[in-house]
Structures are given as structure tokens and as C-alpha cells.
């Protein structure tokens, strides 16, 4: 018998696909967009947009007015409005789709702003940088006619589909860990390289700040935290971490962008998952690879898995491994401004919906505030309702 909070659940899902379905363009209508920043991220998703079919790009918006000019001429076949204020663009008549990809911190406000607006949203990750700031959005889409799209990525590549949909249908059979890391490493910068641009500068300043960006667990790992996620099917009930900023000299975590931390995340579901992430991993050191990478433990042996590829390895190593993917569920390519699109004329929810999308950002947020406080913190802690 299903309990009451799902049957609310049900009858609020429902009110809300139908709403949606009265305000989604009809199959093949023209979806017209506005992009709230359009530097280095938000120039991409106006690239990807320009590349659909049946879409207008209307509005473009950067405060930085050479950001914005080089935005207006890439979409010039297009005739968008030029605006400056980003408050703007939620009175414009015009407008079915907002992509935001401002600054971190900036997200919640916009996002939660622009659905209240009757906007379809596309919103880079994370959603929000505090557990306040993701609430607030979770707010304004429990009451909107329409939904958001999180920029988790990962969830359209066609390798972590497949390979976690065999995981899902029981190819570990019960699954007990995760393992993954995102280490990479660098050479010693080059000597006379050009100056960074005022745009670029204005970027690195924001991004190592850890009261704009989050902090790196929060404003980059969050892609590799949700997709842990994603294979653990379920959410983080505790997390325990430490990290820095090692290098130059080490410096402790809270005050600058940190590079490098681990931090076990215990699961609803019992699971638990070991994720690491440093930046000064030696190229040479193979035995350790350096990259992205999840290793999925369960009872019948272990999935290895990339973005580009996954193996299964059998518990007692009577096979070989096997190549999961399918040739056309290989390499690291996503759509998921295609399937945005899409699920606006369908009527649907996206599969990288504002769920996703609050449980990654509060995943991440609960890893980082147990690294700062120096002991396990819990998901209650956060007092979000997800």
C-alpha cells in the first residue's frame, strides 16, 4: 500500500505535468531562449543552442559588456536583445528558456527567479552553493508551471547511461562500494605566457573564492559526486572528509579553493562511497591513473567504468573482462541541450531534473562542510526537504 507522502507526491507530480504540458511549445514550435551569461560555460550552451532546430535565441545577458557584444555577434543571424541586467530578462514576453551560467553563488537566485517567472530553465551546476540557496529553488519549482534542467552533464553521456543501467539491473547483483577520483596534474607553467584577459581574470578571481564558487567540491566536483549518485541510487545520509589547498604552501580548507580532499559519503541504502580529488597527480604514475574514474564493488565482482568506457570483472576472475558498451554508447559526448529541447516539446521532466540536480549540490555541500568542520556531518544537518 503506498503511504500518503507518496500519494501527495503522485497528485503534485501530476498537477505539475499537466501544467506544464498547457505552457510547453508544441512539436516543432519555435522555442525562443534568453542566456544569463556568456563567458566561457555560458558561450558553449548559446553555441549548442544556435546549433538546434526551431529555436530563437532572444535575449543575451553579461554584465561585462565585451563578453556580451562577442555573445550578440555569434547570434547575430538571430537579432537578440542586448541587456545588461539580468532582472530583465524575466519580464520578456518573448522568452520560453532561460539557460543560466553565472557565477555560482548567483545560480539559486536567478534559477528560483526565472521559474517563478514561467520560464523553462537550464541552469549550470551546482544548483546552489549553501543549503539555503538550493532550498529556495526547490521552492519556486514545487510551485511552477514549468521545470529546470540541472547542468549535470554526465547523466547524457551515452557511456554512464548504459553502464549504469546494467549496475541497476542487478549485473553486480547487491552493489556495496564506489570508489572514484577526478586526479590530474599539470606541468610547471611556461614562462612568458600571455596575460590572462579581463574576462579571465574576472573568472579565476570568482572561482577561488570560496564564497562565490562553493569551493572545488562544490563548484567542480559535483559533476563526479552525482554521478556516485547515480550508481548508488539512493542519497548521502552522512559524509566525513579532509582536504586543503597544499601547494603553494598548504593552507586550510574554507579559506581558499582547495586542491586537493577525499570524503566518504555514507548511503540511504547502505552503500558507501570513497571519492578523492587533487590536482598535483603525477602524468607518470600509471599505476594509479590519473583522470576520472569510478569502480563500482558488489557480489557477483566489479564494474571499472570512464565516461568513455566500462569493463566488468568477474568476483573470482574466471573470465576475462568484459566490454559492457555497445559501440554506439562509447566515447564522451552528451546532448544534453538536444534532450532540453526535447523535453519541453514532450512535455516531460528532464532526466537531470531539479531532484538530481538538489541532491548533487547538497551532497557535495554536506562533503565540504564535513571537511571544514573536521567531523562527520549528516543530511539532516542541512534541513533540506528534497
Known sequence: MSSPNNRRSFVLGMAAATASAELAPAQGQEIRTAHIGVGSRGGGLLKLTLAEQNTRVAAICDIDPTTRDQAMSAASRHAPKSVSSWQAVLDLKDVDAVFVATPCYLHAEMAAACLEAGKYVYCEKPLGITPEQVDKVLRASRRAKTFLQIGQQLRYF??????????????????????????????????????????????????????????????????????????????????????????????????????????????????????????????????????????????????????????????????????????????????????????????RQPFADIRAGAIAALTAIMGREAIYKRRSVTWQELGVEV
Open 158 to 347: 551515452p557511456s554512464l547511461r548504459e553502464s549504469i543501467r546494467q549496475i541497476h539491473e542487478g549485473l553486480l547483483g547487491k552493489t556495496y562500494i564506489i570508489k572514484a577520483h577526478r586526479h590530474y596534474g599539470g606541468a610547471r607553467p611556461a614562462a612568458g605566457r600571455p596575460e590572462l584577459s579581463p574576462q579571465a581574470k574576472t573568472r579565476a578571481a570568482w572561482y577561488a573564492d570560496v564564497k562565490y564558487s562553493g569551493d572545488l567540491i562544490v563548484e567542480n566536483a559535483v559533476h563526479n559526486i552525482d554521478a556516485c549518485n547515480w550508481i548508488a541510487n539512493s542519497k548521502p545520509v552522512s559524509a566525513y572528509g579532509h582536504g586543503k589547498k597544499y601547494f603553494p604552501q598548504p593552507i586550510p580548507a574554507g579559506t581558499v579553493m582547495m586542491d586537493g580532499f577525499s570524503v566518504e559519503y555514507i548511503y540511504e541504502n547502505d552503500m558507501h562511497c570513497d571519492y578523492s580529488q587533487m590536482s598535483f597527480h603525477p602524468r607518470h604514475l600509471k599505476v594509479l591513473p590519473s583522470g576520472m574514474w569510478y569502480t563500482v564493488f558488489g557480489e557477483k565482482g566489479s564494474v571499472y567504468m570512464t565516461h568513455g568506457e566500462a569493463h566488468f570483472y568477474d568476483l573470482h576472475g574466471e573470465t576475462e573482462a568484459r566490454d559492457m558498451l555497445h559501440a554506439a554508447a562509447k566515447g564522451e559526448h552528451e546532448d544534453a541541450v538536444t534532450q532540453f529541447f526535447a523535453d519541453i516539446r514532450a512535455k
